[in-house]
C-alpha cells in the first residue's frame, strides 16, 4: 500500500470524521509504546497555531537543534504535516507507521485523524530529535495530539469555532483547549485577553501559568521591537516575516515558551532574531507580487477574517479586489462576509472536493440574502460568480482583474491548497500588455 491507500484505508476505517474522545487513541498509543524522548511544545488555540508552530520550529533550527513538526492540515501533499529538520519527509517514510498502526490498533476503531496523527507521532519519536512541536487539531482535552504529555503548552487566540464540540462562548472554548495543560509544567497564553477559563484550570491543577501582559509583554516601534519576560529579555528585533496583525503576540508565545525550557533548549538572541524573520508558512496572509497581486490566506472563522480584513486594509490602495472563497458548510458565513464584505468588490465562490464544504451556490445564495437584509456594508454592487473548484476560480479573477487590482484567495484549507497544487500562481494580467 502506498500513502494514497493508507490515507483511503483511513477514511473508511470510522463512522465519524469527527469523534470527541481520548479512550481509543489512548489504547492504542499503548500498544504501540508510543513516547518522546525529546520535550515536547504542544500548541492549541482558535487561530495562530500554524503561525506559532512555524516560529518555533524556525527559531529551534537556527538554535542548531534537530527539531520534528507536526502541523496540519497540509495544503497540497500530506506529507507537508510531518517536518523534520525544517522540511517534509518523504511519503514513503511514513509507511511502516501506517503498518504499525494498523497492527496496533487491533479491533479500535480509529477516525482519519486519530489514525494518521499516531503514524506521525510515531514517525517522529523515531528520530534522534531534540525538540518536538505537536500542533492540537479540534480543541484540545479530548483530541488525539493530547495523548500525550507536552512540556510546555501553548495557547495561541481564543474564539469561537466548531461551537458544535467546543461550545457556544469563548469560556466553554478555553476550557477545552485548556485540556492540553499538565500539572507542574509550563502553559503559555499569548491571547491578550483570555478567557478565564484558562486562568482557572492552570490554578485547578498547578500549572505554571505565563500569560501576555502579565509574566511577558512586548512593544515596538515602526523599525523593531522588543519582548520582556520574567527573566529574559530581547531588544532590537526585526519584525517576523510572516505578515499580519497577530504576528507579535505569536512570536511572543514562541519566545515565552523557549524561557519556560531554557535549562532544556537555551536560545541565543541570534537564533531568535534570524529564525523569527527567516520563518515560513504557506497560506498565512502569503501575499505574491505580480500584476495584480495575489493574497492567500486560510482565514476561515471570523476571528482570523477579521484579521485577515486589517491586513488588507494596511497594504495600501487597490483600484478592485476580487475574492475567491470556498468554506466548509459548518463554519459561520454570515460572519465572515460581514467582517470582510466591504473589501470585496467581486466573488467568486468556488465548490470544494470535500464532503463537509459549502457548494459555490449556496454560498452565493448566503451573500446575496445577508445583502438583501441589509447586513453587509459593501462598495456599489459587488459582482458574484460561481466556479467548480478554486483554480478555476482564480483564473477567472486574474481574467477581470486590472494589473492594479488585487486577487484575495481565502477560506478553506482546500481553497488556498487548490491554487497552490501545481505551484505558486504568477499572475501577469493581460490588460496591461500593448496589442
Same mark, same amino acid.
Given at each position: 500500500?502506498?500513502?494514497?491507500?493508507?490515507?483511503? #484505508?483511513?477514511?473508511?476505517?470510522?463512522?465519524?470524521?469527527?469523534?470527541?474522545?481520548?479512550?481509543?487513541?489512548?489504547?492504542?498509543?499503548?500498544?504501540?509504546?508510543?513516547?518522546?524522548?525529546?520535550?515536547?511544545?504542544?500548541?492549541?488555540?482558535?487561530?495562530?497555531?500554524?503561525?506559532?508552530?512555524?516560529?518555533? &520550529?524556525?527559531?529551534?533550527?537556527?538554535?542548531?537543534?534537530?527539531?520534528?513538526?507536526?502541523?496540519?492540515? /497540509?495544503?497540497? /501533499?500530506? $506529507? &507537508?504535516?510531518?517536518?523534520?529538520?525544517?522540511?517534509?519527509?518523504?511519503?514513503?517514510?511514513?509507511?511502516? /507507521?501506517?503498518?504499525? %498502526?494498523?497492527?496496533?490498533?487491533?479491533?479500535?476503531?480509529?477516525?482519519?485523524?486519530?489514525?494518521?496523527?499516531?503514524?506521525?507521532?510515531?514517525?517522529?519519536?523515531?528520530?534522534?530529535?531534540?525538540?518536538?512541536?505537536?500542533?492540537?487539531?479540534?480543541?484540545?482535552?479530548?483530541?488525539?495530539?493530547?495523548?500525550?504529555?507536552?512540556?510546555? !503548552?501553548?495557547?495561541?487566540?481564543?474564539?469561537?469555532?466548531?461551537?458544535?464540540?467546543?461550545?457556544?462562548?469563548?469560556?466553554?472554548?478555553?476550557?477545552?483547549?485548556?485540556?492540553?495543560?499538565?500539572?507542574?509544567?509550563?502553559? %503559555?497564553?499569548?491571547?491578550?485577553?483570555?478567557?478565564?477559563?484558562?486562568?482557572?484550570?492552570?490554578?485547578?491543577?498547578?500549572?505554571?501559568?505565563?500569560?501576555?501582559?502579565?509574566?511577558? !509583554?512586548?512593544?515596538?516601534?515602526?523599525?523593531?521591537?522588543?519582548?520582556?519576560?520574567?527573566?529574559?529579555?530581547? !531588544?532590537?528585533?526585526?519584525?517576523?516575516?510572516?505578515?499580519?496583525?497577530?504576528?507579535?503576540?505569536?512570536?511572543?508565545?514562541?519566545?515565552?515558551?523557549?524561557?519556560?525550557?531554557?535549562?532544556?533548549?537555551?536560545?541565543?538572541?541570534?537564533?531568535?532574531?534570524?529564525?523569527?524573520?527567516?520563518?515560513?508558512?504557506?497560506?498565512?496572509?502569503?501575499?505574491?507580487?505580480?500584476?495584480?497581486?495575489?493574497?492567500?490566506?486560510?482565514?476561515?472563522?471570523? #476571528?482570523?477574517?477579521?484579521?485577515?480584513?486589517?491586513?488588507?486594509? $494596511?497594504?495600501?490602495?487597490?483600484?478592485?479586489?476580487?475574492?475567491?472563497?470556498?468554506?466548509?458548510?459548518?463554519?459561520?458565513?454570515?460572519?465572515?462576509?460581514?467582517?470582510?464584505?466591504?473589501?470585496?468588490?467581486?466573488? /467568486?465562490?468556488?465548490?470544494?472536493?470535500?464532503?463537509?464544504?459549502?457548494?459555490?451556490?449556496?454560498?452565493?445564495?448566503?451573500? &446575496?440574502?445577508?445583502?438583501?437584509?441589509?447586513?453587509?456594508?459593501?462598495?456599489?454592487?459587488?459582482?458574484? #460568480?460561481?466556479?467548480?473548484?478554486?483554480?478555476?476560480?482564480? !483564473?477567472?479573477?486574474?481574467?477581470?482583474?486590472?494589473?492594479?487590482?488585487?486577487?484575495?484567495?481565502?477560506?478553506?484549507?482546500?481553497? %488556498?491548497?487548490?491554487?497552490?497544487?501545481?505551484?505558486?500562481?504568477?499572475?501577469?494580467?493581460?490588460? #496591461?500588455?500593448?496589442?
Amino acid at each position: 500500500m502506498n500513502l494514497d491507500d493508507w490515507l483511503a #484505508h483511513c477514511e473508511r476505517l470510522h463512522p465519524k470524521q469527527i469523534d470527541m474522545t481520548l479512550e481509543r487513541v489512548a489504547r492504542v498509543r499503548d500498544a504501540l509504546g508510543l513516547k518522546f524522548e525529546a520535550p515536547v511544545i504542544m500548541v492549541a488555540g482558535t487561530n495562530g497555531k500554524g503561525s506559532t508552530c512555524a516560529m518555533l &520550529e524556525s527559531v529551534a533550527l537556527q538554535a542548531g537543534f534537530r527539531v520534528g513538526l507536526y502541523i496540519k492540515p /497540509h495544503l497540497v /501533499h500530506f $506529507q &507537508e504535516r510531518c517536518r523534520v529538520g525544517g522540511a517534509p519527509v518523504e511519503a514513503d517514510s511514513l509507511l511502516p /507507521h501506517f503498518e504499525a %498502526v494498523e497492527k496496533a490498533r487491533g479491533d479500535v476503531s480509529l477516525s482519519y485523524f486519530e489514525f494518521t496523527t499516531l503514524a506521525i507521532m510515531r514517525r517522529l519519536s523515531q528520530e534522534p530529535l531534540d525538540l518536538v512541536i505537536l500542533e492540537v487539531g479540534l480543541g484540545g482535552r479530548l483530541d488525539a495530539v493530547n495523548c500525550i504529555d507536552a512540556d510546555c !503548552s501553548i495557547i495561541t487566540s481564543i474564539d469561537l469555532d466548531h461551537t458544535e464540540y467546543l461550545g457556544p462562548d469563548r469560556e466553554s472554548v478555553g476550557r477545552e483547549k485548556a485540556g492540553i495543560m499538565r500539572a507542574g509544567r509550563p502553559v %503559555v497564553v499569548s491571547d491578550p485577553m483570555p478567557p478565564a477559563s484558562l486562568a482557572a484550570r492552570a490554578a485547578e491543577i498547578g500549572a505554571d501559568l505565563r500569560q501576555l501582559g502579565k509574566d511577558f !509583554s512586548f512593544n515596538g516601534d515602526r523599525q523593531q521591537w522588543q519582548w520582556v519576560g520574567r527573566e529574559k529579555r530581547f !531588544s532590537g528585533m526585526a519584525y517576523p516575516s510572516l505578515r499580519g496583525v497577530n504576528q507579535l503576540l505569536n512570536a511572543s508565545g514562541v519566545l515565552a515558551a523557549f524561557e519556560a525550557l531554557y535549562q532544556q533548549l537555551p536560545i541565543s538572541a541570534q537564533a531568535v532574531r534570524t529564525g523569527l524573520s527567516m520563518v515560513e508558512l504557506p497560506g498565512r496572509f502569503q501575499v505574491v507580487p505580480g500584476q495584480p497581486a495575489l493574497v492567500l490566506d486560510v482565514a476561515h472563522n471570523p #476571528h482570523a477574517v477579521a484579521a485577515l480584513a486589517q491586513n488588507l486594509d $494596511q497594504m495600501g490602495f487597490f483600484p478592485r479586489t476580487h475574492a475567491v472563497f470556498g468554506a466548509m458548510a459548518d463554519k459561520d458565513l454570515a460572519q465572515i462576509f460581514e467582517r470582510i464584505a466591504h473589501l470585496v468588490d467581486d466573488w /467568486h465562490f468556488c465548490d470544494l472536493e470535500i464532503p463537509r464544504a459549502a457548494k459555490a451556490d449556496a454560498l452565493a445564495e448566503t451573500f &446575496e440574502s445577508l445583502r438583501a437584509a441589509g447586513r453587509l456594508k459593501t462598495t456599489g454592487q459587488p459582482s458574484i #460568480h460561481r466556479h467548480a473548484d478554486p483554480v478555476s476560480a482564480l !483564473s477567472a479573477a486574474a481574467a477581470a482583474a486590472d494589473p492594479a487590482d488585487r486577487i484575495l484567495v481565502f477560506g478553506s484549507f482546500y481553497t %488556498v491548497g487548490g491554487v497552490l497544487k501545481n505551484g505558486v500562481p504568477r499572475l501577469q494580467s493581460a490588460k #496591461h500588455l500593448p496589442t
